[in-house]
């Protein structure tokens, strides 16, 4: 049942889903899936990674911002990330796994891309501290901060 505007309402499994919620989800994945039928999986992740690709090199040139202009650009290419993130490769790269094979093999293809992205995602949490620590910053939670220079 949809709420009065503003208000949240029951999304499609019952959850509740707030008007922001619902323009995220048509933004994003809505998106990928619209484009993906007449362009096809490889050119939306191909346009994803290139857009995650200028936006991780924008923040790596920014740095430690200095001011509310790059503090700015640096949100917004936080948010390029996150939304190419959406449309291109989180929302296809499964696909790859399960089309990309025959019937026969697709459930091992599944699983071993599966195993592939855990243990990519194990190793990433047990080396980002020593890179941290080799590069010099300061890591605090999820996030890594330059050491000022006082």
Same mark, same amino acid.
Request: charged content about 10%.
């Given at each position: 049942?949809?709420? =009065?505007?503003?208000?949240?309402?029951?999304?499609?499994?019952?959850?509740?889903?707030?008007?922001?919620?619902?323009?995220?989800?048509?933004?994003?994945?809505?998106?990928?899936?619209?484009?993906?039928?007449?362009?096809?999986?490889?050119?939306?992740?191909?346009?994803?990674?290139? /857009?995650?690709?200028?936006? /991780?090199?924008?923040?790596?040139?920014?740095?430690?911002?200095?001011?509310?202009?790059?503090?700015?650009?640096?949100?917004?290419?936080?948010?390029?990330?996150? !939304?190419?993130?959406?449309?291109?490769?989180?929302?296809?790269?499964?696909?790859?796994?399960?089309?990309? !094979?025959?019937?026969?093999?697709?459930?091992?293809? /599944?699983? !071993? =891309?599966?195993?592939?992205?855990?243990?990519?995602?194990?190793?990433?949490? !047990?080396?980002?501290?020593?890179?941290?620590?080799?590069?010099?910053?300061?890591?605090?939670?999820?996030?890594?901060?330059?050491?000022?220079?006082?």
């Amino acid at each position: 049942m949809r709420g =009065n505007e503003g208000e949240p309402h029951d999304g499609p499994q019952g959850e509740q889903v707030g008007d922001g919620d619902a323009a995220e989800l048509a933004a994003r994945g809505l998106l990928g899936i619209r484009w993906a039928a007449p362009r096809g999986a490889w050119p939306m992740m191909t346009l994803g990674f290139a /857009i995650q690709f200028v936006a /991780i090199a924008v923040l790596g040139l920014i740095g430690e911002p200095s001011g509310t202009a790059v503090v700015t650009a640096g949100i917004l290419m936080l948010g390029a990330f996150m !939304f190419a993130q959406g449309f291109g490769p989180g929302a296809h790269i499964m696909s790859y796994a399960s089309l990309g !094979f025959p019937t026969s093999m697709r459930g091992v293809s /599944i699983g !071993f =891309n599966q195993a592939v992205l855990r243990l990519g995602s194990t190793l990433t949490l !047990f080396f980002f501290p020593v890179l941290s620590s080799g590069l010099g910053t300061v890591c605090t939670g999820s996030s890594s901060l330059r050491p000022s220079s006082v």
